[in-house]
């Protein structure tokens, strides 16, 4: 049976809707583009501090990819710390990866503080090996990281991996226990609440469709009328599109699907994921998987180009299989949901906030925005009411463009950096 093409996550919430379209403010201090865990964050800790703001969102509030992820709220970034020390030093380094800490603990603060109901739990996550040699790499990872970060983690070898994988597949695993895990519609609707219930006024429907600057204001064309706004962020993540085109050049929106099963019997689930993880694996072209309420949340790049009913439509059976090839466990399991959501990478996968003529940004999570889109928000909105963003630890390395500048916002080249990531899989 084809599964439903849906967001599973909002069948267990009551998403915010576009039922009653609150009127645009005619002025207001901060305008915000985007209406996800960037902008609601940044909303929140700006309204508490008695800034007017709004929230200008294009479709209904949530709906981008802090609606659809998988919800793992994890330590780190994208790119690994090795890679951060090297190329921008370990001060830097050492500056960035607190900042990840950070925003894990920012995350259950705010879970906390507002009384989210999105099941946040510090569950830990588990990267799977694939290969031997991602095994020994993993060795030298363990060693550097308690080194240079005074951060533990615990190798598992292949005939120890069952207490925490119900799997054969893998060569070993490496367990970070202080990641956690949430419910990301949830935890949206919560965080929309929160900050409307500080004074942020949020707008569904309410698409930028100009952004211009007039004498010491901002005039924002939405498709309801203008807004007219001492400065501007924007937080519009992979969906980023032309109203602010030197952005839109340097963010490359990249396809992520998700499939969820039918519930599955507790024995079945616990056996699958024992200690309830957040797991994904060491390839490039990787699979990301976790448990909510008894079901299997699986996800991963079955598609480059960013969520179409076509491209989700395959997306469907290609994870379906990949789940299988894990677990043959599941051979026989129903497939309830599928859905897909878009991400944003920059051209050095590195996350940049920052500031050009008034209009702040944060962006380029590149799959690590639970945790860090949340904390972001919440610190860049504090770095515009201090007017320090150039102090900001993500704000003090370059912000690069495509190499020869040849991309204006029309991934062309997902094939051939598909198909690259796939020989790279082959070859490390
Ligand atoms: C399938 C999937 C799985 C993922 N899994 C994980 C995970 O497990 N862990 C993790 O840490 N991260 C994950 N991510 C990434 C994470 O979801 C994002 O990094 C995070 O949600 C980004 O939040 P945001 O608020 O910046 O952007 P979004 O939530 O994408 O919101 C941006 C919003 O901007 C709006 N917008 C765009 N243009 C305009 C305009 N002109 N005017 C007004 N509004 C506009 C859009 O409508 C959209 O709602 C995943 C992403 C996807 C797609």
């Given at each position: 049976m084809t599964p439903t093409q849906q967001i599973y996550w909002h069948t267990t919430v009551k998403m915010p809707d576009d039922s009653k379209l609150t009127p645009l403010p005619e002025k207001v201090e901060v305008a915000i583009l985007g209406g996800g865990y960037t902008g609601l964050s940044a909303a929140r800790t700006l309204a508490k501090r008695g800034v007017k703001i709004a929230v200008l969102e294009?479709?209904?509030?949530?709906?981008?990819a802090s609606s659809r992820n998988g919800g793992m709220v994890l330590t780190g970034l994208k790119l690994g710390m090795r890679s951060v020390m090297k190329k921008y030093g370990r001060e830097t380094a050492r500056r960035l990866f607190q900042c990840s800490l950070q925003s894990i603990d920012t995350v259950e603060q705010i879970v906390k503080e507002e009384n989210i109901d999105c099941g946040f739990r510090r569950y830990g996550h588990l990267l799977t090996v694939n290969k031997p040699r991602h095994f020994d790499a993993l060795k030298e990872d363990v060693e550097f990281m308690e080194k240079e970060f005074n951060h533990t983690l615990h190798l598992l070898a292949r005939d120890e991996q069952h207490t925490e994988i119900g799997s054969d597949i893998y060569h070993g695993a490496l367990v970070d226990e202080c990641s956690g895990g949430l419910n990301p519609a949830q935890y949206v609707s919560g965080l929309a609440a929160a900050a409307e219930g500080a004074g942020a006024t949020l707008h569904a429907r309410a698409r930028v469709n100009r952004l211009e600057r007039k004498e010491d204001r901002f005039v924002l064309e939405t498709e309801r009328g203008p807004v007219s706004a001492e400065s501007v962020l924007v937080a519009t993540s992979g969906y980023t599109g032309n109203v602010t085109k030197n952005l839109q050049k340097k963010v490359i929106p990249i396809g992520s699907f998700i499939i969820a099963t039918e519930k599955l019997p507790d024995e079945l689930a616990k056996q699958l994921i024992p200690n309830g993880r957040m797991i994904f694996d060491s390839m490039h072209y990787l699979n990301y998987f976790r448990l909510w309420d008894n079901r299997m949340i699986f996800g991963g790049r079955a598609a480059f180009f960013p969520e179409t009913s076509k491209t989700i439509g395959r997306s469907a059976e290609i994870l379906r299989q990949e789940m299988i090839d894990v677990y043959p466990q599941l051979k026989d399991v129903k497939i309830e949901y599928v859905w897909g959501g878009t991400l944003d990478f920059a051209f050095d996968m590195m996350t940049h906030v920052g500031e050009t003529d008034g209009i702040y940004y944060s962006l380029g999570y590149a799959g690590h925005g639970v945790a860090m889109a949340t904390y972001l928000g919440k610190t860049v909105a504090e770095a515009m009411i201090k007017g320090n963003i150039k102090e900001h630890p993500f704000a003090s390395f370059s912000f690069p463009g495509a190499p020869l500048g040849l991309y204006n916002g029309f991934p062309w080249f997902l094939p051939f950096a598909g198909a690259w990531h796939k020989i790279l899989d082959w070859l490390e």
């Open positions: 294009a479709n209904t509030i949530g709906w981008g």
